[in-house]
Nanobody, 114 residues
Framework: QVHLVESGGGLVQVGGSLRLSCTASGFIFGAAVMKWYRQAPGKEREFVARIDATGRRKDYADSVKGRFIFSRDNARNTASLQMNDLKPEDTAVYYC???????WGQGTQVTVDS
């Protein structure tokens, strides 16, 4: 079955950086559009970033554009989100998702201390 595992979250200060990873199994990773979402307490899950199957096209939510970078390594079934210049409003649980499957990982907590 489709399985996604997020990792790399933690507690950082304002202006700091984190790199999140998503390891995938149970589907042909190299054929799948991948996305990152995040969810803050009491709020709906929010789109963060998208990358096409080849890694050629990337799209970002306006709130993270210029600060976050989405990448993927299809040989290792891994998607990554480099997060720079973190702000308190980035605090959330971050999830990755394959666009074609309605399956979510457990998420990884990112907390930015103001």
């Amino acid at each position: 079955q489709v399985h996604l595992v997020e990792s790399g979250g933690g507690l950082v200060q304002v202006g700091g950086s984190l790199r999140l990873s998503c390891t995938a199994s149970g589907f042909i990773f190299g054929a799948a559009v991948m996305k990152w979402y995040r969810q803050a307490p009491g709020k709906e899950r929010e789109f963060v970033a998208r990358i096409d199957a080849t890694g050629r096209r990337k799209d970002y939510a306006d709130s993270v554009k210029g600060r976050f970078i989405f990448s993927r390594d299809n040989a290792r079934n891994t998607a990554s989100l480099q997060m720079n210049d973190l702000k308190p409003e980035d605090t959330a649980v971050y999830y990755c998702k394959a666009d074609r499957y309605n399956t979510w990982g457990q998420g990884t907590q990112v907390t930015v201390d103001s």
